[in-house]
């Protein structure tokens, strides 16, 4: 479906083929992550959208989800935090502990892509800024659990499922219900 209204967060899908010096540099996955995300803030765009290299995305579906107002209607706003939910930790959940653990390791998969929006995205920078986001060394390696800690911990945003039961994932998804996988 082709969307007749291409605004300007949606039309700055992927960052500048360029990579700056300073980002290139940094010193480890963390900081090239965060520089990256601070460019897409400067650029003004409304939405973030994180994905792996290897993952393989259609842009103007994506576009089409964004100006359905699938994922917020106010980017600059809303705190949307949006993608497909994954918990780190024991798959075994019988006890109470586990159980803990796994539901305060929730994140949002950069393999599959996540959507942040302007309004998140601006308070996870300051949050970062701030010093109250530093992260383990493991964390550092994986900014995506980085990312989703300080998202999660600081900023008390919680992440939204991007399924087949939300309203607008025909716009997006190319696969199955993913409740249904294991």
């Known amino acids: 479906r082709k969307s007749n209204n291409i605004n300007k967060e949606a039309a700055l899908a992927v960052l500048p083929q360029t990579v700056s010096s300073a980002t290139a540099a940094a010193p480890d996955n963390a900081e090239r992550l965060l520089q990256a995300m601070q460019r897409v803030h400067d650029a003004g765009s ?15 579906n994506l576009r089409c989800f964004l100006d359905s107002g699938g994922a917020g209607s106010n980017p600059d706003t809303e705190d949307v935090w949006l993608g497909h939910r994954l918990a780190e930790g024991p798959a075994n959940t019988n006890n109470a502990n586990n159980a803990k653990k796994k539901q305060q390791t929730l994140f949002v998969s950069g393999a599959a892509g996540y959507v942040l929006s302007r309004s998140l995205l ?25 990312v989703a800690k300080c998202l999660r911990d600081v900023l008390g945003a919680q992440p939204t499922e991007l399924d087949d039961r939300h309203p607008h994932s025909d716009k997006v998804l190319a696969a199955g219900n993913s409740s249904s996988s294991s």
């Open 46 to 60: 409304h939405w973030l959208f994180a994905v792996n290299d290897h993952t393989f995305v259609v842009p103007e």
């Open 122 to 146: 601006g308070k996870l920078l300051a949050a970062v800024r701030s010093g109250a986001c530093k992260g383990s060394k493991r964390e550092r390696t994986q900014p995506g659990l980085l």
